[in-house]
C-alpha cells in the first residue's frame, strides 16, 4: 500500500509487530513504514505527518551521497574489490574469459568481439565467485556463536537490499555489490542477516541482539554508508 503526504510517497507494508518503524533509503530516498497490523490507517498518517521534517532531511543526504559514476569496463578504469581500489587493465585474446587479481590490478581476459555488457558479467561472475569463497566461514562462524543454523545462502543481485533473510527456510541471500565493501562490512551484513533467524523484524530486540553480538555494529554500518554507492544500491 503507498501513502502519499504532498509530493512525498510512502510504501506502507502492515504486519505482526508492536512498533511502527519508519526508514528512508537509497539511491532515491524511498520511504517505508511498517506498522502493527491493528493500527488504523489515519494514526500511521497522523505519524507520517510529525516525521515530515526528519523524512526531508534524510532524503537531503541522500542526494549528497557519493556515487560510482558510469562504468564501461575498459582499461585504466577504476574498481573495487573488498573495499581496495584496483585498475582494470583489459587483455583481448582468444583464452576462454577469466579475471586474475594483481596487487594493484584487476586483469580481465577477453575476446576482441566482448562488449561492454559481456565485460559486466565476466566481473560480476568473478565478483560472485569471489564472495561464494569468503562467505561460508563467516556464517560457519556465526552460526556456533548465535546457535543458528542457516541452511542455504546465494549471491545476486539487488536493488533495494545489502541482504535478505527467510528465517522459515533458513536462507540468507547477499547482495553481489557486497564483493566491492570491506571485509569487515561483508561481515557485518551476514551477521545482520543471521540475527534474523533469531529475530524477524529491526525492532528492539533484534537492535539488543546487534549490541550483544557486535558491539562496534553501529561503526561498521556507518562505514559501509559512508562508501561511493551505485545507483541500484540501498542502505541498511
Known amino acids: 500500500m503507498q501513502l502519499k503526504l504532498g509530493d512525498i510517497k510512502i510504501n506502507l507494508v502492515q504486519k505482526n509487530i508492536k512498533n511502527v518503524h519508519l526508514s528512508v533509503h537509497p539511491p532515491n530516498g524511498t520511504v517505508r513504514i511498517s506498522a ?3 493500527m488504523d490507517l489515519e494514526t500511521i498518517k497522523i505519524f507520517a505527518i510529525s516525521k515530515l521534517g526528519w523524512i526531508k532531511k534524510q532524503q537531503g543526504k541522500l542526494q549528497e551521497q557519493e556515487r560510482e559514476t558510469p562504468r564501461d569496463f575498459i582499461s585504466r578504469e577504476s574498481h573495487y574489490f573488498l573495499g581496495k581500489r584496483y585498475l582494470l587493465q583489459v587483455t583481448e585474446g582468444n583464452s576462454v574469459p577469466k579475471i586474475i587479481l594483481k596487487p594493484n590490478t584487476i586483469e580481465m581476459f577477453i575476446k576482441p568481439t566482448t ?3 559481456k565485460r559486466e558479467i565476466v566481473l560480476d561472475k568473478w565478483y560472485r565467485e569471489q564472495l561464494k569463497e569468503l562467505i561460508p566461514p563467516y556464517i560457519s562462524k556465526w552460526e556456533k556463536t548465535l546457535g543458528v543454523e542457516v541452511k542455504e545462502f546465494a549471491i ?4 533495494t537490499r545489502w ?3 527467510n528465517p522459515i527456510a533458513k536462507r540468507i541471500w547477499l547482495n553481489l555489490e557486497l564483493a566491492k565493501k570491506p571485509i569487515e562490512c561483508i561481515e557485518y ?3 545482520h542477516e543471521m540475527v534474523h533467524l533469531l529475530e524477524r523484524s529491526h525492532n528492539e530486540k533484534f ?3 546487534m549490541n550483544h553480538y557486535m558491539p562496534h555494529w553501529r561503526s561498521l554500518k556507518r562505514e559501509l554508508n559512508r562508501l561511493p554507492i551505485t545507483n541500484s544500491e540501498w542502505k541498511y
Not at 545476486?156 to 536493488?159: A, E, F, P, T
Open 36 to 38: 502493527p497490523l491493528k
Open 189 to 191: 551484513i551476514v551477521v
Open 115 to 117: 562488449n561492454r555488457q
Open 207 to 209: 537492535i539488543a541482539y
Open 156 to 159: 545476486k543481485k539487488m536493488r
Open 163 to 165: 541482504g535478505t533473510c
